[in-house]
């Protein structure tokens, strides 16, 4: 999926045990520098345990996990690698302005780093406004600008449109191009098959197996079908038919 010299994230045969339940079964897969990374497929698919993995945060049972050539979680890596989990990580009384000040304090990034963030979140017009007030697709930037705040080379996303309808997706994704463009890695996950076209590369996951690792174009021309949903059952009902 990577061309070996670019390569950012590398998972070699990954497997991890929770619960006594094994939830990632053997993956294998690489991401070079400044893609976007689509992790697609149903909810309990094993999506959260492998961006966990890749932060660094997962105890995994054998495999490997490294990222810009470092062990997942290492301390040569972990100011490098930004994690945005569902739930926005921000205080709704404070204004998007007092979050990044507050999170710039406790990360130790410069202080002009503020005002650089919401211009690429663009949220600057709206800077002073309190957080509750802000519109859902808003919020979701101003979780995003506090893990930009320390300049990750890789960007993990746990379903960061999650509640958001179609026209408020489009904040987030436009701020998510503009970071792959000046060469950040991201890894988005999501249940909504219609994202997958957003992405340059598509794991698509289920029961914890990665189904597929390739382009959108690709998995069109590969099940014959335009819409991604279905290109994505037409891949189950594949895999179903050779058990």
């Not at 002009?112 to 690429?120: A, F, W």
């Amino acid at each position: 999926m990577a061309d070996t010299a670019h390569v950012t994230v590398q998972v070699q045969s990954l497997q991890v045990l929770r619960g006594g339940r094994r939830v990632l079964h053997g993956l294998d897969f690489s991401v070079a520098r400044g893609r976007i990374t689509g992790l697609l497929g149903p909810s309990g698919c094993g999506k959260t345990t492998l961006m966990r993995a890749i932060v660094g945060v997962q105890i995994v049972e054998s495999g490997d996990v490294r990222v810009l050539g470092e062990p997942a979680g290492s301390a040569a890596v972990r100011a490098r690698v930004g994690y945005v989990m569902q739930a926005p990580a921000v205080y709704l009384d404070l204004s998007a302005h007092e979050n990044l000040r507050y999170f710039t304090r406790v990360l130790g990034a410069p202080d002009g780093r503020v005002d650089e963030i919401l211009d690429t979140i663009q949220l600057a017009a709206h800077a002073d406004r309190p957080v509750r007030n802000l519109s859902g697709g808003q919020r979701a930037r101003v979780s995003l600008g506090t893990a930009l705040l320390g300049d990750p080379d890789v960007l993990v996303l746990d379903e960061p449109t999650v509640g958001l309808d179609p026209v408020l997706r489009e904040d987030p994704w436009r701020s998510f191009r503009a970071l792959a463009d000046r060469g950040t890695t991201l890894f988005v996950s999501s249940h909504v098959m219609d994202e997958a076209g957003r992405c340059d590369d598509l794991l698509l996951m289920r029961d914890g197996r990665l189904l597929a690792g390739l382009t959108p174009a690709e998995l069109r021309e590969r099940t014959g079908e335009e819409d991604m949903e279905q290109a994505f059952l037409r891949l189950i009902e594949r895999e179903e038919a050779t058990v």
